[in-house]
C-alpha cells in the first residue's frame, strides 16, 4: 500500500518506541486535552441550545408569533380582519386582544399586573394557557360575569385562591360627586395558571374581552389587535414582512422579545470563546511535542536531508505527526460530546442521586432539568475549528525542524 514519505515517518514518529515514551505520553496529555475542550464545547452549546429552546418554547405558549394592530390601539371590524387572516399560508389561529395595566388588591395586598382581555373559545389557538391551568378554567370567564384567571405566582403573593374576590384598580379616573377617582371593579377568580414564566406567572391577568372593553370603557365591536399563531415560529418574520407590505401594522415575536435572545445569543457567543480556549491550550502540548521530537530527531533529520529529503518533506513530516494529534484527539472529543450532549437528561439526574444535590433548584430556576438540543451545525463548526487550530500548531515547530543544518546536527554525532 503506497504511503506518502511525510505520512509515514510523521506516522511511526507518534506512535511509542523505545526512546521516545516520554514524548508519546505529552502528545497523549495533548489529544486529551483536544478531546476535553471539543467534549466540552458540544456539551455546554447543546445545553445552551436546549436553554434557549425550551424558554422560547414556554414564552411563546404565551405570547403570538405575529401580532397585527393599529396606531391607534383601536382596531375596528376585527371579525373580517381575522377571516382574511385565517386564509393565509401557515396561519392555525388568529385571536382578538385588549391588553392594559392595572394595580389588583386583595386583603390589603397590592400588586402591578399586566392585563389582556380574550375569547375563552378562541384563545387555545393562539395560546397554551388553557393546557397550564392549576385549578379552574379559562372556559370559565363569561361575559358580564366579571371573572379573571391569573398566574399562579401572583396569586400566591397575594394569597389568593379560587372564587376569592379581588379588586382591579385600572388608571384611569372616573368623575364622581367627590372629584376625580380610579376606577376599581370587583372580580371572582376563575382559574390560576402556571406556564414556568416569572414574566407570566407572576404578574398576568386574563379577563373577557367584553368585561376588559367595559373596564377601559372601549366600544364592544373593538380591540387592540389580532394575535396570530403560525405552523412555524421562524416563518414569523418574513410573514411579518409581507403583512407590512400590504399596509398592516404588525410586528414578530422577534422583535417583541429581541433583547431576550439577544442576549442568550451573546452569552453563546462568550462561551464559544471562552471554552475555545481549552482547545487553544491543548494546542500548545502540541507545539510542546514537537519541539522535543525535533530536538530528539535532529539526527535523523540529518539522514533524510543528505539522503535527499527536502525542507519541505521534513516540514510535513511534523506538521503530519502535530495533525495526527489533533484529529485523534478532535474524533475522541466528538464521541464524548455527542454521547453526552444526547445523554444529559440522563446524566445529571443519575449525578444528582449519587451525590445527594440538586444543581437546578425549582425554587429557584423555572427550569429545574437541564435540557439538551444537539444541533449538527455546531458540532462540524466545533471540529473544523479544532483540527484548524491543532494545524496551525505544527506550523512553527515543523518549520524549525525543516531549518536544521545536516552538518551542524551530524557534528557531535
Same mark, same amino acid.
Given at each position: 500500500m503506497f504511503k506518502p514519505l511525510p505520512f509515514f515517518i510523521g506516522l511511526r514518529y507518534t506512535r511509542a518506541k523505545r526512546r521516545n515514551h516520554f514524548i508519546s505520553f505529552i502528545s497523549l496529555t495533548s489529544i486529551l486535552g483536544?478531546?476535553?475542550?471539543?467534549? @466540552?464545547?458540544?456539551?455546554? &452549546?447543546?445545553? =445552551?441550545?436546549?436553554?434557549?429552546?425550551?424558554?422560547?418554547?414556554? =414564552?411563546?405558549?404565551?405570547?403570538?408569533?405575529?401580532?397585527?394592530?393599529?396606531?391607534?390601539?383601536? &382596531?375596528?371590524?376585527w371579525q373580517n380582519l381575522a377571516q382574511e387572516?385565517?386564509?393565509?399560508?401557515?396561519? /392555525?389561529?388568529? $385571536?382578538?386582544?385588549?391588553?392594559?395595566?392595572?394595580?389588583?388588591?386583595?386583603?390589603?395586598?397590592?400588586?402591578?399586573?399586566?392585563?389582556?382581555g380574550i375569547l375563552p373559545d378562541i384563545e387555545p389557538q393562539v395560546s397554551q394557557v388553557k393546557d397550564k391551568m392549576v385549578v379552574g378554567a379559562i372556559d370559565?370567564?363569561?361575559?358580564?360575569?366579571f371573572g379573571i384567571v391569573l398566574g399562579e405566582e401572583l396569586a400566591r403573593s397575594l394569597n389568593i385562591w379560587l372564587d376569592?374576590?379581588? /379588586?382591579?384598580?385600572?388608571?384611569?379616573?372616573?368623575?364622581t360627586p367627590v372629584g376625580l377617582l380610579p376606577r376599581m371593579k370587583r372580580f371572582t377568580v376563575q382559574g390560576i395558571f402556571s406556564v414556568?414564566?416569572?414574566?407570566?406567572?407572576?404578574?398576568?391577568?386574563? &379577563?373577557?374581552?367584553?368585561?376588559?372593553?367595559?373596564?377601559?370603557?372601549?366600544?364592544?365591536?373593538?380591540?387592540?389587535? &389580532?394575535?396570530?399563531?403560525?405552523?412555524? =415560529?421562524?416563518? $414569523?418574520?418574513?410573514?411579518?414582512?409581507?403583512?407590512?407590505?400590504?399596509?398592516?401594522?404588525?410586528?414578530?415575536?422577534?422583535?417583541?422579545?429581541?433583547?431576550?435572545?439577544? @442576549?442568550?445569543?451573546?452569552?453563546?457567543?462568550?462561551?464559544?470563546?471562552?471554552?475555545?480556549?481549552?482547545? $487553544?491550550?491543548?494546542?500548545?502540548?502540541?507545539?510542546?511535542?514537537?519541539? =522535543?521530537?525535533?530536538?530528539?530527531?535532529?539526527?535523523?533529520?540529518?539522514?533524510?536531508?543528505?539522503?535527499? @529529503?527536502?525542507?519541505?518533506?521534513?516540514?510535513?513530516?511534523?506538521?503530519?505527526?502535530?495533525?495526527?494529534?489533533?484529529v485523534f484527539g478532535t474524533l475522541l472529543g466528538l464521541f464524548g460530546g455527542i454521547s453526552l450532549a444526547m445523554n444529559i437528561e440522563t446524566?445529571?439526574?443519575?449525578?444528582?442521586?449519587?451525590?445527594?444535590?440538586?444543581?437546578?433548584?425549582?425554587?429557584?430556576y423555572y427550569i429545574s432539568e437541564l435540557p439538551s438540543d444537539l444541533r449538527w451545525l455546531d458540532v462540524y463548526r466545533i471540529s473544523i475549528l479544532s483540527l484548524i487550530i491543532s494545524l496551525i500548531a505544527t506550523i512553527y515547530p515543523a518549520w524549525r525542524g525543516s531549518r536544521i543544518q545536516p552538518a551542524e546536527a551530524l557534528r557531535y554525532e
Open positions: 483536544i478531546a476535553l475542550g471539543v467534549t @466540552a464545547l458540544i456539551t455546554v &452549546l447543546s445545553v =445552551m441550545n436546549g436553554f434557549e429552546k425550551e424558554l422560547r418554547h414556554r =414564552m411563546l405558549g404565551m405570547s403570538a408569533h405575529v401580532v397585527v394592530k393599529t396606531t391607534d390601539n383601536n &382596531l375596528h371590524d387572516l385565517r386564509k393565509k399560508p401557515h396561519v /392555525t389561529g388568529v $385571536a382578538p386582544f385588549i391588553e392594559g395595566q392595572a394595580m389588583i388588591s386583595h386583603n390589603k395586598n397590592v400588586k402591578g399586573t399586566f392585563l389582556q370559565n370567564l363569561k361575559a358580564g360575569e376569592d374576590k379581588i /379588586t382591579l384598580i385600572v388608571p384611569q379616573a372616573s368623575v414556568g414564566m416569572h414574566e407570566y406567572d407572576s404578574g398576568f391577568v386574563l &379577563l373577557h374581552l367584553e368585561d376588559m372593553a367595559k373596564l377601559l370603557r372601549m366600544p364592544t365591536e373593538s380591540v387592540h389587535g &389580532l394575535n396570530i399563531k403560525l405552523d412555524d =415560529m421562524f416563518l $414569523a418574520k418574513p410573514f411579518n414582512r409581507q403583512l407590512q407590505a400590504e399596509g398592516y401594522y404588525s410586528y414578530d415575536w422577534t422583535y417583541r422579545h429581541k433583547n431576550f435572545f439577544e @442576549a442568550i445569543k451573546m452569552e453563546k457567543t462568550v462561551m464559544f470563546v471562552i471554552l475555545t480556549l481549552i482547545v $487553544a491550550v491543548a494546542a500548545f502540548n502540541i507545539v510542546s511535542t514537537l519541539v =522535543m521530537v525535533v530536538t530528539d530527531k535532529q539526527a535523523d533529520i540529518a539522514i533524510l536531508r543528505t539522503l535527499g @529529503a527536502t525542507p519541505r518533506t521534513i516540514m510535513g513530516i511534523f506538521m503530519v505527526q502535530g495533525t495526527l494529534i489533533g446524566v445529571i439526574p443519575a449525578l444528582e442521586q449519587l451525590f445527594g444535590i440538586q444543581f437546578l433548584s425549582p425554587e429557584v
